[in-house]
């Protein structure tokens, strides 16, 4: 007979108590007070930030605000992301025994392989793409990422079932240039849905009962609805009380100044070139980078890839990185080379220093 492993539906739920949830079930695992779960999950409107960030340097908290946007802190790292309910969370909550390995990249590789199977059995061509995506036709339908709490993992997807790019544009801290109708464009050549691929949105009920299906496949367990054990109860109403207040929102606080958003062109023989930086200037590093301009890059997603790249990259090693990324890849530049990308993100940090004629190295 086979495992019987917990399927938790919480359904809709505000930012708040779906963040709460998360360290209510994480916790409880820890402790063994409760049994392994799947959970599906959906949001009401909100811009979560990662666990490490802070809101005034990553949101345009006024839009949040007049557009009735939650603006909530995770447990877990990583960058901001919109969340509403045209995405389906899904959440495993295990232990090391049972996934047989403390290695996030096996762990990740056989979880999204998992949910890239249930995804395919809905009509579309999903599949894993290291480190943690799920993509179709190289467009991502599903971004995934873990974290250990000693023996246990949380480890979250999320599958787009109807997804509004400009609205994620508009909520979160980036350059007025990728606001415009072919930045928009280009954004959602990166991502694509359920109802883009299929003409229309199957069943959430379908949705959920497919991924089910292949993760029972892949671990060899039957999933039981069930609810809530009484001490997750507990350490769920507990953990709403701190999260559910403006203080574990604001639990960092970081002035923008401290995150400029520093802007440059260069025009070079292949063609002109912009970036747009945001720039951790007590940390040193580059947050993130954005990439603009008049030139020719095949595939068009080795940009965008490239910009993944460089998130959260130390100053010191930007050429280095840049380097690398084109080097693991066959990326057609016509006449650019891998330096000019660097050149102008330095270009652009400069432009913050220059009255003090002073450059960060």
């Keep these: 007979m086979a495992p019987i492993w917990r399927l938790l539906d919480t359904g809709v739920r505000r930012a708040a108590e779906n963040v709460a949830l998360n360290r209510a079930l994480l916790e409880a695992r820890q402790a063994g007070e409760a049994p392994p779960t799947l959970r599906f999950l959906q949001f009401l409107p909100a811009a979560l930030l990662g666990y490490h960030q802070s809101a005034e340097q990553e949101l345009d908290l006024e839009r949040c605000a007049a557009e009735g946007v939650a603006v909530q802190r995770r447990i877990t790292g990583g960058g901001a992301i919109y969340m509403d309910q045209g995405q389906l969370g899904w959440e495993l909550y295990l232990s090391r025994q049972e996934l047989g390995t403390a290695d996030m990249g096996a762990i990740a590789r056989r979880i999204c392989e998992a949910a890239a199977e249930g995804i395919r059995a809905l009509g579309v061509d999903a599949q894993y793409r290291p480190r943690n995506d799920i993509e179709v036709g190289g467009r991502k339908i599903s971004g995934t990422g873990g974290a250990f709490d000693g023996e246990a993992l949380m480890y979250q997807g999320t599958l787009l079932i109807e997804f509004d790019v400009?609205?994620?544009?508009?909520?979160?801290?980036?350059?007025?240039?990728?606001?415009?109708?072919?930045?928009?464009?280009?954004?959602?050549?990166?991502?694509?849905?359920?109802?883009?691929?299929?003409?229309?949105?199957?069943?959430?009920?379908?949705?959920?009962?497919?991924?089910?299906?292949?993760?029972?496949?892949?671990?060899?367990?039957?999933?039981?609805?069930?609810?809530?054990?009484?001490?997750?109860?507990?350490?769920?109403?507990?953990?709403?009380?701190?999260?559910?207040?403006?203080?574990?929102?604001?639990?960092?606080?970081?002035?923008?100044?401290?995150?400029?958003?520093?802007?440059?062109?260069?025009?070079?023989?292949?063609?002109?070139?912009?970036?747009?930086?945001?720039?951790?200037?007590t940390g040193g590093r580059v947050k993130q980078v954005w990439f603009t301009g008049d030139f020719f890059v095949r595939p068009r997603r080795a940009v965008m890839d490239l910009e993944a790249h460089l998130k959260d990259v130390p100053l010191d090693r930007l050429e280095e990185r840049v380097e690398a990324f084109f080097a693991g890849r066959s990326v057609d530049l016509l006449m650019l080379r891998p330096a000019d990308f660097a050149q102008v993100v330095r270009k652009a940090l400069a432009s913050r220093y220059a009255t003090a004629r002073e450059e960060p190295s």
């Excluded at 497919?210 to 109860?233: H, Y």
């Excluded at 400029?260 to 930086?277: H, I, Y």
């Design 166 to 281: 400009e609205r994620m544009l508009r909520l979160l801290r980036i350059p007025a240039d990728k606001l415009s109708d072919k930045a928009i464009s280009s954004a959602r050549e990166r991502v694509t849905s359920l109802a883009e691929l299929l003409g229309a949105a199957p069943s959430l009920a379908g949705i959920k009962a497919r991924l089910a299906e292949a993760f029972a496949r892949s671990f060899g367990v039957d999933f039981v609805p069930s609810g809530l054990t009484p001490p997750e109860e507990a350490r769920y109403r507990q953990a709403l009380a701190e999260m559910d207040h403006p203080d574990w929102v604001h639990l960092l606080t970081r002035p923008r100044a401290e995150q400029p958003l520093l802007e440059a062109a260069e025009k070079f023989p292949g063609g002109l070139v912009r970036a747009a930086v945001l720039y951790d200037a």
